[in-house]
């Protein structure tokens, strides 16, 4: 009875744990307006590189491919929402303008699965020439995969004005459905809701939406076999996994969360361009997963809210050292120090990330050694216990 008890007991507390979870996260943004929509506005971008960080968690974590170009899928997206969202097509072709004089102005039911899906094809072609690379080969070619596509954005502007060059793309729409505009203020009888707030929930439901999907894939036959091509592809391959489908697969869907969060990054700015999708956003996001805990989703979170609001916090620290130094050290050099100390702070004391997964197996793997050669420790299987016939039953990570 009293077992009994304790397991129910140990089941409320997560409940409440979501629970209390849900209420302050749908009450944050009403807390930080008060100290000014600029926290609002960073919170927002904390919850988009959190979409970011679990989708290269897909790529990283699961699969054990190290992708130094995921940006790249970000742009796809931020592009693809600037072009069907604004005037831009139709003041650039002029056979466009005549079929749709105000440009294209796509519903957001629309354009959300239609950038996962380009995303995700573009995530296949770039997995598709690489399946045979590993290791740092794999991170060079991911590398100069999305410089290519930085190069591309910056210089289609000529002779077909596609993408507008280094100018970027303007007026793009903000998020509209079901007659709520999320550019505009709401106004709830005496109480004003800000716009940042409201793209807040959109893009804390996208957020949610993209845990429950990662944390199912982790559990599921395809999960399992990500993570035994992570921890040994020959072995893998041996175990009957198709691992050329299935690191495209990981490619493919890693890509589309980077293509859905830079529909919304579009759509949230108003306005795209190439300098939003350097090299330094793609090793922030690397850096994400790693610091947080590769492959344990609630550290990949952790590490990419922390990451993203750490150099605006570092601000007003920043500020105040450049006084000390009568203003002969930048600001913005300041704050990188700072971040790249803290970085290295953090994997010294804590190398595996902030949150790591837990140790699986890891009282087996400590456990002394049998005594004798008919001791067997209580819960661990020998061959003697094992049925007849099971001895030569081969093992499946599909099992």
């Not at 041996?238 to 050329?244: E, H, L, V, W």
């Not at 793997?365 to 299987?381: I, K, L, M, N, Q």
Request: proline share 6%.
């Amino acid at each position: 009875m009293t077992t009994t008890t304790t397991a129910r007991g140990d089941k409320k507390f997560p409940v409440i744990g979501y629970v209390l979870a849900a209420v302050a996260l749908l009450i944050l943004p009403h807390i930080l307006q008060y100290f000014g929509n600029a926290w609002v506005r960073i919170a927002d971008l904390a919850l988009l590189y959190v979409l970011l960080a679990l989708g290269l968690n897909i790529v990283v974590g699961y699969a054990g491919l190290l992708d130094l170009g995921y940006v790249a899928f970000y742009a796809v997206g931020a592009y693809l929402f600037g072009l069907m969202a604004s005037p831009h097509l139709s003041e650039a072709f002029p056979a466009f303008q005549a079929m749709f004089p105000n440009g294209l102005h796509v519903s957001l039911w629309f354009i959300i699965p239609l950038a996962a899906v380009v995303a995700a094809v573009a995530g296949a072609l770039l997995g598709a020439p690489t399946l045979k690379l590993r290791g740092d080969y794999l991170a060079i070619v991911t590398l100069g995969f999305g410089e290519i596509v930085r190069i591309f954005l910056n210089n289609l502007d000529h002779p077909i004005n596609l993408t507008n060059g280094p100018k970027g793309i303007g007026q793009i729409d903000s998020v509209k459905f079901f007659g709520l505009d999320l550019g505009k203020r709401l106004t709830i009888g005496d109480y004003d809701i800000s716009s940042v707030t409201l793209y807040y929930y959109l893009f804390l439901a996208l957020v949610v939406i993209s845990v429950v999907i990662c944390s199912r894939l982790a559990d599921s036959r395809i999960g399992r076999a990500w993570m035994a091509i992570r921890e040994d592809e020959i072995a893998a391959k041996a175990m009957g996994i198709n691992t050329r489908n299935l690191k495209l697969l990981a490619f493919g869907m890693g890509a589309s969360f980077g293509g859905v969060s830079g529909a919304m990054f579009g759509a949230f700015q108003g306005f795209v361009s190439p300098e939003s999708f350097s090299l330094m956003e793609s090793v922030m996001i690397v850096a994400m997963v790693v610091l947080g805990g590769i492959g344990h989703l609630p550290g990949v979170i952790l590490g990419a809210v922390l990451l993203s609001a750490l150099p605006e916090v570092l601000r007003y620290v920043a500020g105040p050292l450049q006084q000390m130094t009568d203003g002969r050290l930048d600001a913005s050099i300041l704050r990188q120090l700072l971040i790249a100390l803290a970085m290295i702070v953090v994997m010294l004391l804590r190398p595996r990330g902030l949150w790591p997964a837990p140790d699986r197996g890891k009282v087996l793997r400590d456990a002394p050694a049998p005594e004798g050669p008919g001791h067997v420790h209580p819960g661990v299987h020998s061959p003697a216990d094992a049925l007849p016939g099971d001895a030569s039953r081969p093992m499946s990570i599909n099992s």
